[in-house]
């Protein structure tokens, strides 16, 4: 071969070379600029859920229905991990403090969010309850529940997607990504019946697309309402397959129990209430101290209607403060607070809630010094 055909050759294949290095580099430019892109755009949609997210929940019974790209938000609540983010992009806003009870996935265009303040009787915060219009919320009315049911449904806000449907009605799949049944059993004692799977179109659906909570009467002649248990359960083929039980202690938090995606999400939102409780006992408590300590100075009858023991239980505070404080016996909020949504912790908590309301009363009655 002729010396500049040679040359020739050899030009080509370094313009190649050249030229496939600069597509590279061009692809390569490119990728991170659309990731650059994607990473801006990102940061942005989670501040302005953030944003929207935390003026709700400052506010009792609020609600906002957040507007948004088509995005797929994931929602984590684990014992050393609470977030939310935007599924499979790394980017995400932790929530170590904030009871958020939702779906694990949630995809659309919109966010819906509300609030309900937590009571015990006093006000310890504000639960958020995240979804959207692709998750549908069906609560079964077989007309022997004492109102529970429709109680229950009036209490979610009117702009989720729910319905009421009774005995001989089936749910309806409208293309919802997600369908949740809520059943309600009065106390039975030790045999409670079967749910039964229902019929129709709702069994073609995936397994996990379809999940059901049982709202549980734990005592007769309790109030199911202020405590009681709750199932969980997941579609598998064409039954009921049961994936835990836990408690609650209050409506708030009974319809956390019904937005969360399973029980550990909700027990994990509960433990953070509990948390919550804990730090509001702990005020009460030192509150309740210094005014029984003043109206014990005083000779004053209103000391002996308050009882800082149910809220905790503090050997060296008195000491630490000047003052005396009675002796506790028994478990407090605290206490109660620090063992988890168990059945007994919620039914301790339903007699404190009794006694602190009695208590108030009586302190109104006697122009004292009120609890809340």
């Known amino acids: 071969m002729k010396r500049g055909a040679i040359q020739s050759m050899f030009a080509w294949i370094l313009m190649i070379i050249i030229g496939s290095v600069f597509i590279l580099f061009f692809v390569a430019f490119i990728s991170n600029q659309r990731a650059a892109s994607d990473a801006r755009i990102g940061s942005s949609l989670i501040n302005h859920v953030d944003t929207v997210l935390t003026t709700t929940k400052v506010a009792p019974n609020a609600f906002a229905d957040i507007e948004i790209p088509k995005a797929k938000f994931e929602f984590v609540c684990e014992e050393d991990l609470s977030l939310y983010q935007l599924y499979g992009k790394g980017i995400n806003k932790e929530t170590p403090f904030d009871v958020i009870f939702s779906p694990d996935i949630l995809e659309g265009r ?39 049911i429709e109680d229950m449904y009036g209490y979610v806000h009117d702009n989720v997607t729910k319905e009421i449907i009774n005995v001989g009605q089936q749910p309806v799949n409208n293309n919802y990504d997600k369908i949740r049944i809520i059943y309600y059993q009065e106390y039975a004692g030790e045999e409670y019946p079967l749910i039964m799977f229902p019929e129709g179109e709702i069994r073609e659906l995936k397994d996990r697309q379809v999940t059901a909570v049982v709202i549980r009467q734990v005592q007769e002649m309790t109030d199911a309402h202020l405590y009681g248990q709750v199932l969980f359960y997941e579609k598998e083929g064409n039954t009921w397959q049961e994936k835990g039980s836990s408690s609650y202690f209050t409506t708030p938090m009974l319809l956390g129990a019904i937005f969360s995606e399973n029980k550990e999400m909700y027990e994990c939102n509960v433990r953070k209430a509990f948390k919550a409780l804990q730090m509001q006992a702990w005020m009460q408590y030192d509150r309740i101290a210094r005014i029984q300590s003043q109206y014990d100075d ?36 605290h206490d109660f607070a620090d063992e988890g949504p168990t059945t007994d912790t919620v039914a301790g908590l339903y007699e404190h809630y009794r006694f602190v309301i009695a208590m108030n009363t009586d302190l109104l009655r006697g122009n004292c010094a009120v609890i809340y």
Do not use: Q
């Open 110 to 148: 919109h966010l819906l969010a509300f609030t309900r303040d937590w009571h015990v009787p006093f006000k310890v915060m504000n639960f958020l309850y995240v979804t959207n219009d692709a998750v549908a919320y069906y609560f079964f009315d077989d007309l022997d529940n004492a109102g529970m």
């Open 298 to 333: 005083e000779g004053n009858f209103c000391g002996a209607l308050l009882d800082p023991c149910l809220f905790m239980d503090d050997e060296d505070y008195g000491a630490e403060n000047d003052f005396d404080v009675p002796d506790c016996i028994g478990n407090s909020y």
